[in-house]
């Protein structure tokens, strides 16, 4: 339909303009023509989908904090989460924990983590990986609960 709808604006815009038209270099007007049509119409397109979902994922977020809010059993459940994460986190080892705290919760790049604990950045990358994965290892058990 939106193919329909694209070729009857050319054939419009063709109709407005035929007393001007260079028959020479008609099918490169068309061409051309056809295309912008559809760039705009894609942009338009591509610019209506995206509000829609914002205004759906805002909806979403909003209709979602405002039913936790109110669910003591989730309260719950989400401070004993963040509880074993913390814990979990605790558990690292020193210079672990430092890159990854550094990291993940100070929003600090490699290359200022490289400063401030003074290794190299390979080893930044390295540590924060370690630090993944023994995360992903202690919390495991948390992901098998939340699933029953």
Known sequence: ????????????????????????????????????????????RQSSTKKFIEINEEFENN???????????????????????????????ELLKSVFVLYELEGMKYKEISETLSIPINSVKVYLLRARKKLQLELRELVHEKAI
């Open 1 to 44: 339909m939106d193919a329909d709808d694209i070729t009857q604006e050319v054939l419009i815009r063709i109709w407005k303009n035929i007393d001007s038209f260079n028959i020479n270099k008609a099918k490169s007007w068309i061409m051309r023509t056809t295309r912008n049509l559809c760039l705009d119409y894609l942009r338009q």
């Open 63 to 93: 209709y979602n904090e405002g039913n936790m809010l109110n669910d003591p059993d989730i309260m719950l459940r989400k401070e004993l989460i963040k509880s074993k994460i913390n814990e979990a986190v605790e558990k690292l080892p």
